[in-house]
């Protein structure tokens, strides 16, 4: 499955998936071992949704997840039954919080974490029940979560505006009726759906009034690029693509795929040892003429849409011996033209489709990093997640099949890979709207400061809204036929308004030295209707527009 696919699958979702979402929660895959477990069986924890809201829905996705203390997404049995979410087996998780995608009129259908104020919950004894208002839950957390980010952000000068400290003081007030009627559970659950609705902007304001404090103490920064995958120079005329790509980006990714179902640049090596070097080259010398640096990407994808024959089946130990063969033979051709060159791509225990463990995952990156900076050791050297939130890990799946192996969240993959010593200069993740609010996207962000590596928004993208050629000729239904995700139905200024907040959010930050936009033009982006161009003829979006803004604040 590709993983755009998945995260528009299982968060957006058909009623296939979720039937194959709930057949996971319901009966998991269960893991060979040569002795029965012990039992991780408490007591019962029942969330309850109160359904106040006015629209006709839907209401509360299918696909729901627990997370640890960090945080980190772990597999447990929790599941949403007729009365709620439920959850009896944390798997030796003694603290935790749940996850789940609720419509929050005025915001949006949005995943959300309870973490009981910051406390978390821990499964009652075995035998003993316990029942939770989902929304009041939900509020708790939130207005909590606030309260400590603006101690933290206040550390170093920095002071709430008007909107973010009065929207903050609203939904702790509106928090604080709803505890008075916990006895009353449609009022307490309309107080508490009115104060998480109020706290989710808080936070969202809370942030970006952080980052342009930064932003203005800073200045602009001579170390940040802003890119975007390079595809488009063979969708469309070279001249068009040209001179719409070099006033947006000083940063391109280009892709080495060996082959796939994709339609452009899908044929690196369609045969094992066999490469298309010079369409890519031509592409990478046109845009250094430009002043525009390039990445080379996607060379290992070991996802099954992007698996030739040749590679499929293939053994461990050949493939060992292929990876370092294959990096020394094409970053030599290509020296240093390049910045850098991405190792892994999406290898957490996501994008495995060789069902490779943790210690050949290691074994295979070190192996290809080696390869890389013994060869062209000026080049930075990249690993790239995807799935920020790891709702894959709750799943126990593979992008193409279930889970042979326990999974790790990016986070807990990166630090595994520094761990064991392999020779990373820049660690990337990807940040397509995550269907969370922009504080939700930052704090994760954030979780990677600790490794003290340069980072890089590797994938960034998030609709456009409906176009004329995806209401004529995909299936896209139109008008959409759920709650809004964000702030309003996706459209062109609505696209534009979420670049310019995670480009700000992101730029404040001093270790993250890029942000990648995907893509460029319609009808070729992976997240429907996320170009910045609406066709091949070079028309401009609205956000093409606003993108340009975003440049021109933050690229001297």
């Known amino acids: 499955m590709d993983r755009r696919k998945f995260i528009r699958n299982t968060l957006i979702g058909s009623v296939g998936t979720i039937a194959a979402a709930n057949s996971i929660l319901s009966a998991p895959t269960i893991f060979t071992s040569s002795r029965v477990p012990k039992s991780t069986l408490g007591g019962e924890l029942i969330f309850?949704?109160?359904?106040?809201?006015?629209?006709?829905?839907?209401?509360?996705?299918?696909?729901?997840?627990?997370?640890?203390?960090?945080?980190?997404?772990?597999?447990?049995?929790?599941?949403l039954g007729s009365d709620g979410i439920k959850i009896s087996d944390s798997k030796g998780k003694e603290k935790f919080g749940i996850n789940a995608r609720w419509n929050v009129e005025g915001f949006g259908y949005t995943n959300i974490t309870a973490d009981n104020g910051g406390e978390f919950y821990e499964l009652p004894p075995e035998g003993k029940s316990q029942e939770f208002i989902l929304q009041y839950e939900f509020a708790k957390s939130r207005v909590a979560r606030n309260e400590r980010r603006i101690k933290l952000h206040s550390k170093n000068g920095w002071k709430p505006s008007t909107e973010s400290a009065g929207l903050h003081a609203f939904s702790q007030t509106l928090f604080e009726d709803a505890t008075k009627f916990k006895n009353d559970k449609e009022k307490c659950a309309e107080l508490s759906q009115k104060s998480l609705m109020y706290a989710l902007w808080a936070s969202e304001k809370i942030e970006l009034d952080k980052a342009n404090f930064e932003i203005a103490r800073m200045g602009k920064r001579n170390d940040f690029f802003i890119g975007c995958d390079a595809r488009a120079f063979y969708q469309m005329d070279q001249d068009i693509f040209l001179e719409n790509f070099v006033p947006l980006f000083n940063y391109a990714n280009i892709t080495f795929v060996p082959q796939s179902n994709n339609a452009i640049n899908r044929d690196f090596e369609p045969q094992r040892g066999k490469h298309n070097f010079t369409i890519r080259e031509h592409l990478i010398d046109t845009l250094a003429e430009h002043g525009i640096k390039s990445q080379g990407r996607l060379l290992y994808w070991f996802h099954d849409c992007c698996m030739p024959d040749w590679m499929q089946g293939m053994k461990y130990d050949e493939l060992l011996k292929y990876v370092d063969e294959?990096?020394?033979?094409?970053?030599?051709?290509?020296g240093e033209k390049m910045y850098a060159w991405e190792m892994v791509n999406e290898l957490h225990d996501w994008a495995n489709e060789f069902h490779?463990?943790?210690?050949?995952?290691?074994?295979?990156?070190?192996?290809?990093?080696?390869?890389?900076?013994?060869?062209?050791?000026?080049?930075?050297?990249?690993?790239?997640?995807?799935?920020?939130?790891?709702?894959?890990?709750?799943?126990?799946?593979?992008?193409?099949s279930p889970a042979s192996h326990p999974q790790r969240?990016?986070?807990?993959?990166?630090?595994?890979?520094?761990?064991?010593?392999?020779?990373?200069?820049?660690?990337?993740?990807?940040?397509?709207?995550?269907?969370?609010?922009?504080?939700?996207?930052?704090?994760?962000?954030?979780?990677?400061?600790?490794?003290?590596k340069p980072m890089h928004i590797s994938e960034i993208g998030c609709p456009g809204g409906p176009t004329e050629y995806s209401v004529k000729m995909t299936n896209e239904p139109f008008p959409p036929e759920e709650p809004y995700l964000w702030h309003h139905h996706w459209d062109e200024e609505t696209q534009g308004d979420w670049i310019e907040q995670i480009y700000t959010l992101i730029y404040s930050k001093p270790y993250i030295k890029a942000g990648n936009w995907f893509d460029f033009v319609e009808p070729h982006s992976y997240i429907q209707n996320g170009a910045l161009l609406k066709n091949i003829r070079g028309e401009k979006k609205a956000s093409y527009h606003r993108f340009k803004k975003v440049v021109d604040r933050f690229i001297p």
């Not at 294959?326 to 290509?334: A, D, G, L, Q, S």
Request: glycine share 6%.
């Open 409 to 452: 969240t990016p986070v807990q993959f990166t630090r595994d890979i520094l761990d064991a010593g392999i020779d990373i200069d820049i660690i990337e993740q990807q940040m397509y709207f995550p269907y969370r609010d922009l504080q939700d996207t930052i704090m994760l962000i954030e979780r990677y400061e600790e490794f003290g």
């Open 326 to 334: 294959n990096t020394r033979k094409v970053t030599k051709y290509y």
């Open 356 to 400: 490779l463990d943790h210690k050949q995952i290691n074994e295979l990156t070190g192996i290809i990093t080696n390869a890389a900076k013994e060869t062209v050791p000026n080049v930075k050297r990249t690993i790239n997640s995807c799935c920020p939130f790891a709702e894959y890990v709750g799943m126990k799946s593979y992008s193409g």
């Open 48 to 79: 309850k949704p109160i359904f106040i809201q006015k629209g006709m829905g839907p209401h509360l996705y299918d696909l729901v997840w627990a997370t640890d203390k960090d945080w980190d997404t772990f597999y447990s049995n929790i599941g």
